[in-house]
């Protein structure tokens, strides 16, 4: 293709909206919308493989569009964090709607065109937040994700979908106005900039306290990260369809939230001013407490969905302390975590998905014995959870144990405690799932003979997700020389 | 023609009102007004542009120099008013016939239209003009044809709202008058630059203390501020949809203007901000103003007396910015004035057509117009969006600037209490919006259609205008600094 | 003065309150005159003591005519009153003396159009200068504010349908002097031709003696509203259709922007009538003169029209409150 | 100084005698009688402002050197008919109002207001 890197920068962004207007008039067609949706999907993420490669080869890319305020404007550029982000969702994007195509057929869902535009307007706000430039950039696709998600998680209608709604979009508002807004003006304001630069745009001048309380009120603003007390949202989203539930609160919303933090830690503050910071130490312990207490409560929830939306907190938790720590193995772990998380925990959602299509079923206690009449899913659900766990032959064992080592490495004892008890709370509330499905208490719940998997698309797109949790584990390399290059340009200040 | 465009600002509207009356036949006198509204607006847009290039204008009436005569004097800040007032009423007026066939009886039409080209005529003067007595005789020439107005609504309670106004608005402009008297008392002149000029000589008398009184409270009684505001949510809740859109993007407009007129170039920063602590008042009472406003706005069941009372929230907003008391807090001030209008307009034309189609705006009403009305409630949604903040849309560019200028003043406290502050407008924001995309249609409301092309064109010119000056903010915020550091430059 | 309106304060009896208004409005005249504003008490009187008493009184016989005792104690309605005239008597404490020459008032602008608005004007009544020409624009907001309340009474109580050939059992007819006195008939009859004589008189002689085109327009209007009060109101509606009024209002509003809309086409600016003739003196008189008419037109058709308007307001709408009476 | 400033006092009085009415009492129409008292009286404001002492009517005379300041005046003149315009209008609503509420007190009106919302 020849086309400048410049153009498939700022195609990333425009793509998948221009797919909308073509979704709206394919709206009749069912056929045609979900092929349009693929193809956006495909072309996407190619474009995003082109820039990966261009990174790699050493492009540096900066776009700029317009200023809204004199000195702000839109941004993008490339910089191998973003395009971490940027590869694992608009590749997770065309598995979903595989998936999304199985589920929502099969649920005889209403108002997919509405379902499928606000999902690519999402991803377009995605793909900006990826490759934002600036904070400024950064917070308008925020904000824009925020609204485009809402009208997904409100899908049904219901009283529930409504009140889910009201608390999703009310944490989610309600923190970035509040806090992640004034935060970034503040920003503005003390340092002049909001470019993302290597080793931060603070020179040192700043008064330490008025960082304290910047770096608290970012931590705080960006909800979607779902950090301890503002994590009521997530759980509360799982009112949305699954296919919803799993690429968005389970990769790119929640992902955003920690990539955005991740970003400021590593481009606004600095590896180097982090640890100097006196809040640092609160909010990691903080991360920390919301690791645990995050499991805690999965495991008291017998909704499959609510477990995993516990879990999710709790793991979001792990690459939030990743990017706090702001030590080399802290921001490999952190940047690791957000693929190998992202793969495990969006398969268990299309398992969780897909035991809901075919048997009706959201609560894990009936959930005992149907292993021989889902023997893929449950399968596809056990390799999964190892790798949430972070034991082989699960990728998240790789990041798990970068986490690890970050937190000794910074002489974290308690976080490394935290993170060993929270594994051992998965283990606990992970496992029995499939463990029951395939051997349930009592024997006479087992159901044998009939198989009833998902639809096929489903199924394919659960296997897909899988067998990325395998191969994270044996061929971790490309992951690694990626989060590599992400602690390399964070510190490219101290050269 | 083209060094009269001052005067011709005004007298446009204000001799197309009486022509109207010979042309009678309703549709008729609609596309004149229409055509006025338009000339109007583009004289608006030609007179920002001569201000920009040659700066301060003055029009002298009569050929009398001033102080003796009457002047105009435009600057940035008047053009920028002058635009904001004729653009907003001129897309206003295109949606004029089709919404008064269904809420005014014919006969009432033609009175209509008079009515509201000389409240139009009568802001325009207000803003355009130089002289302090001139000042209220404009005022009561808007004024007048505002209660007339609002008074055409067809529920009962628009006279009594209209009444209650009457008896505000004319205090109001009593106190004004007074003040004005009290000034030219001490001074001997009426023209806003000789008293700039003339009132430092005279600033430490109490006379000149108690003129200052007078006039703020009376501006502030025009303007809404909280705790001043009663009269305006009644007002706007039961005047006709067109009145309601028309006097929510500009009325209290002109009475900001009036207030940053009056402070910062005629009596001076120092005088205003120095010698009272009038900046400390203000600010609380903005504060104040959008809280309560807020709060009132979530409890209402009545839409547009629910973006009623977020008016009066707004308007706190323009109040902070104003009490900051800086270039840059000024600025934001202004700049949330052309926002607002943007905003208010299309929310309350946009309501217009929900009128036109259910006939009512009740909460209950709207239940389930998302689906009914997709293009009006997607309007309503992406003004409410503005208004509580959301980045892409003006009221985003409003809040940042708003932001910038109170931390530039080292006061966080406030910036935080502004941000908290549109988090209530999510809620009352959100409560519309769950309504129309939701709620089931109520079973005794009939089904309707969406509102005909002739509204919506008007409602998505505003709401494009919204999203268009949320990402392109030459214009709005070039002009407010210019004119902001204007007021400064004048008053050191 | 204060006395009057102490008692207006206490007086529950709107009717009465209505008079003594009137009475105010004569007093305040009659001070006026002994501040040697004699062009400003001539006003007063005809629309102090006239026009707004008389509308009043109609309002009053439209709607009720006991007030209500106020139940509540008025003490903030008080506090607040007190605090505000605290205030002013506190601003009056640095005012220049009352009546001396040197008060900035009298020094600054004042000073011009004493000195020179004969040569510039040419004509000896200051008010009529300053008010035509040198403040025209204020003038001319004044038409404006008029027609707009003409057309807002009209927008708020014309009768749907019109009412020209009507013949309906209004208010005034049957308490109207019609049928009881002959002798006032015809005493009026020919008194109101003088009337509207004397009002073409203060209209053109305007700018050497007190009066000018607004006193001519409430004292013309005076003269047809008496025509229809002694004569019945179809009766008078006749003869001056609503209509007609309402263009003649709309007339004179544009007869005065015309006069300035010409102004600036000869290359002055608006309202400037210097340049109306050769002689700038002369075209400021022409100018004048023409803007009097306009004033005198539209004041004479507005108040005449709402007067017509009110009282046309039909007698079935009334309710009857048994509270009120 | 006193002296000086009598005159304005019993202005001030009549200001707020007016203003009173107009907030204290309930009926519409005493309301805009208030209004145009308390209207009226800073007209009286304005014309003393205007007064000058040995001074005579602003028309020019042969003899006379010495005339009242003419433009309070002329505000004044433009100002009573914006007052006698607000009165029209005010009782105008005044009668829309009472047809439609059958009463001109406004205890009586917000009752019915609060009943009916």
């Keep these: 293709m020849i086309v400048s890197a410049q153009t498939v920068l700022q195609l990333t962004v425009i793509l998948p909206l221009l797919s909308v207007a073509g979704l709206i008039m394919a709206s009749r067609r069912p056929n045609l919308r979900e092929a349009i949706s693929i193809i956006t999907g495909v072309i996407l993420f190619s474009l995003v493989v082109m820039l990966y490669q261009g990174m790699m080869d050493g492009d540096v890319l900066r776009v700029h569009w317009f200023d809204v305020i004199p000195g702000l404007g839109f941004n993008f550029h490339i910089e191998p964090l973003g395009v971490l982000f940027a590869l694992i969702a608009s590749f997770l994007w065309i598995i979903t709607t595989f998936y999304a195509i199985g589920y929502m057929r099969k649920n005889g869902e209403s108002n997919q065109t509405r379902f499928y535009s606000c999902f690519a307007i999402a991803i377009s706000a995605v793909m900006g937040i990826a490759f934002a430039a600036d904070l400024f950039t950064l917070f308008i696709f925020y904000e824009v994700l925020t609204l485009s998600t809402y009208p997904l998680v409100t899908h049904s209608g219901t009283e529930a979908a409504k009140k889910g709604g009201r608390i999703y979009l009310g944490i989610l508002l309600t923190t970035s106005i509040a806090f992640l807004l004034f935060a970034v003006i503040a920003t503005w304001f003390v340092a002049g900039t909001l470019d993302f630069t290597s080793g931060g745009v603070f020179n040192g001048q700043a008064n330490p306290l008025v960082l304290s309380v910047l770096l608290v009120l970012f931590v705080f603003g960006v909800g979607k990260a779902a950090i301890m007390p503002f994590h009521r949202w997530l759980p509360s989203a799982m009112v949305a369809p699954t296919p919803v539930s799993a690429l968005l609160h389970a990769v790119a919303v929640v992902k955003a939230g920690v990539f955005s933090i991740m970003k400021i830690c590593l481009y606004i503050f600095g590896l180097d001013l982090l640890p100097l910071l006196s809040s640092t130490q609160f909010l990691l312990y903080l991360a920390g407490f919301t690791v645990l207490m995050a499991s805690l409560i999965a495991m008291r929830q017998d909704s499959l969905k609510a477990r995993l939306a516990y879990s999710t907190i709790s793991q979001l938790s792990y690459i939030i302390i990743g990017a706090l720590l702001a030590t080399a193995s802290g921001v490999l772990g952190g940047s690791m975590h957000i693929a190998m998380h992202a793969f495990g925990k969006i398969t268990l959602f299309f398992c969780a998905g897909a035991i809901y299509v075919s048997l009706g079923k959201t609560r894990i206690s009936d959930m005992q014995g149907i292993g021989w009449q889902m023997p893929v899913t449950m399968a596809a659900f056990f390799i999964a959870s190892l790798s949430i766990i972070g034991v082989p032959p699960g990728g998240g064992t790789w990041s798990k144990w970068f986490l690890v080592m970050g937190s000794l490495e910074a002489g974290q004892w308690f976080l490394i405690v935290a993170l060993m008890i929270s594994s051992l709370l998965n283990i606990a509330y992970l496992l029995p799932i499939p463990f029951r499905a395939f051997f349930p208490n009592d024997q006479t719940d087992m159901v044998r003979g009939s198989m009833k998997e998902a639809p096929l698309p489903a199924l394919i797109a659960i296997i897909v997700t899988t067998l990325f949790c395998l191969i994270l584990f044996v061929y971790p390399q490309p992951l690694y020389d990626l989060a590599q290059a992400i602690l390399n340009t964070a510190e490219a200040s101290h050269g | ?492 | 003065m204060v006395g009057v309106v102490v008692a207006i304060v206490w007086m529950k009896d709107l009717f009465s309150v209505v008079m003594l208004l009137g009475i105010y409005g004569l007093l305040t005249a009659s001070f006026f005159v002994a501040m040697d504003a004699v062009d400003v008490a001539f006003t007063e009187a005809s629309v102090g003591a006239g026009i707004s008493t008389l509308l009043l009184l109609v309002a009053v016989a439209k709607t009720k005519r006991k007030e209500h005792p106020v139940r509540h104690k008025p003490y903030i309605a008080l506090l607040v009153v007190i605090v505000t005239g605290a205030l002013l008597i506190y601003g009056t404490f640095d005012m220049p003396r009352f009546g001396v020459a040197d008060a900035p008032g009298h020094t600054h602008v004042a000073q011009r159009y004493i000195q020179d608005s004969y040569e510039e004007i040419g004509i000896p009544n200051i008010v009529t200068s300053v008010l035509a020409s040198y403040r025209g624009f204020d003038t001319f907001g004044e038409v404006v504010v008029i027609f707009t309340a003409g057309i807002a009474v009209l927008a708020l109580l014309s009768v749907v349908g019109g009412v020209s050939g009507v013949r309906r059992q209004s208010f005034y007819e049957q308490h109207s002097m019609y049928e009881q006195h002959k002798v006032l008939r015809i005493v009026s009859k020919i008194l109101i031709p003088f009337i509207l004589m004397f009002a073409l008189y203060v209209q053109f002689h305007g700018e050497y003696s007190p009066g000018g085109g607004f006193q001519a327009g409430v004292i013309f209007a005076a003269g047809l509203i008496l025509f229809a009060m002694l004569f019945g109101l179809s009766t008078a509606q006749r003869f001056i259709k609503i209509a007609w009024l309402q263009l003649m209002a709309a007339l004179g509003v544009l007869i005065y922007g015309a006069v300035g809309v010409v102004s600036f086409l000869n290359g002055g600016s608006f309202l400037d009538y210097s340049v109306l003739l050769e002689n700038p003196v002369a075209g400021q008189h022409v100018g004048i003169i023409l803007i009097e008419l306009g004033v005198g037109l539209t004041v004479a058709s507005v108040i005449t029209l709402i007067f017509f308007t009110f009282a046309n307001r039909k007698e079935q709408y009334q309710i009857v409150d048994s509270t009120g009476e | 100084m006193l002296i000086g400033h009598y005159n304005y006092w019993v202005v001030v009085a009549l200001m707020m005698l007016g203003f009173f009415i107009i907030i204290a009492h309930g009926n519409l129409i005493k309301k805009i009688v208030g209004l145009t008292i308390f209207q009226t009286s800073v007209f009286i404001f304005y014309i003393s402002v205007a007064k000058l002492d040995g001074g005579t009517a602003p028309i020019l005379a042969e003899g006379f050197t010495d005339y009242a300041n003419p433009l309070p005046h002329v505000l004044i003149l433009t100002a009573i008919v914006v007052g006698i315009a607000t009165t029209a209008l005010g009782l105008a609503l005044t009668v829309r109002i009472n047809e439609a509420y059958g009463s001109i007190e406004e205890e009586f009106i917000e009752k019915q207001d609060n009943q009916s919302c």
Excluded at chain 2, 46 to 68: C, F, H, I
Excluded at chain 2, 405 to 414: D, H, I, R, S, T
Aim: net charge positive.
């Design chain 2, 1 to 492: 023609m083209l060094n009269h465009l001052p005067i011709l600002q005004v007298i446009v509207p204000l001799l197309a009102a009486p022509i109207c009356l010979f042309l009678q036949k309703p549709k008729i006198v609609w596309l004149f007004a229409c055509v006025a509204t338009a000339l109007t607006f583009l004289i608006s847009v030609l007179l920002l542009q001569q201000v920009n290039v040659s700066g301060t204008l003055v029009y002298e009436l009569g050929g009398w120099e001033a102080p003796w005569g009457i002047e105009y004097r435009i600057d940035d800040l008047n053009a920028l008013l002058l635009l904001i007032i004729s653009s907003i009423s001129a897309v206003v007026m295109w949606a004029g016939h089709i919404s008064l066939s269904k809420e005014l009886n014919a006969d009432r039409h033609l009175y209509f239209y008079v009515l509201y080209l000389l409240s139009l005529a009568g802001m325009l003067g207000i803003v355009a003009t130089g002289d302090a007595f001139n000042v209220f005789v404009f005022l009561e020439v808007s004024s007048l044809s505002a209660y007339a107005l609002i008074a055409l609504g067809r529920d009962r309670r628009a006279l009594w709202a209209s009444y209650k106004y009457l008896i505000m608005g004319t205090i109001g402009a009593t106190f004004i008058l007074i003040g004005i008297g009290l000034m030219y008392q001490m001074t001997g002149t009426l023209n806003m630059h000789d008293l700039a000029t003339r009132l430092p000589e005279v600033s430490q008398t109490r006379t000149v203390f108690v003129s200052f009184a007078f006039i703020v409270v009376g501006v502030c009684l025009k303007l809404a501020l909280f705790p001043l505001h009663l009269w305006l949510p009644n007002a706007y809740a039961f005047a006709p949809s067109l009145v309601t859109a028309l006097l929510a993007a500009t009325s209290t407009k002109v009475a900001i203007y009036l207030l940053i007129r009056f402070t910062f170039s005629i009596y001076g920063l120092s005088f205003s901000f120095t010698t009272l602590p009038l900046n400390v008042l203000f600010l609380v009472l903005g504060v104040l103003g959008v809280f309560v406003a807020s709060v009132a706005a979530i409890y209402k069941r009545n839409t547009k007396r629910l973006f009623a009372y977020s008016s009066v929230a707004q308007v706190g907003y323009m109040i902070i910015g104003f009490s900051v008391g800086t270039a840059a807090g000024l600025s934001a001030s202004l700049i949330h004035i052309f926002n607002h209008a943007l905003m208010k307009g299309a929310i309350f034309l946009a309501l217009g057509a929900v009128v036109y189609r259910v006939g009512s705006v009740n909460l209950s009403q709207i239940n389930g117009l998302g689906r009914e009305m997709p293009y009006t409630m997607a309007a309503i949604v992406i003004g409410g969006l503005s208004l509580i903040g959301v980045p892409l849309t003006v009221g985003f560019i409003s809040k940042w600037y708003l932001i910038v200028a109170l931390l530039e003043n080292g006061w966080w406290p406030v910036a935080l209490l502004v941000l908290l502050g549109s988090l209530l407008a999510v809620i009352y924001v959100w409560k519309v919006v769950e309504s129309a995309y939701f709620k089931p249609a109520d079973s005794d409301r009939e089904p309707v259609k969406e509102a005909p092309l002739g509204f919506l064109i008007p409602v998505w010119v505003l709401v494009i205008a919204n999203v268009y000056f949320g990402l392109d903010t030459r214009l709005s915020v070039g002009v407010a600094q210019a004119a902001a550091a204007g007021l400064f430059g004048v008053t050191p």
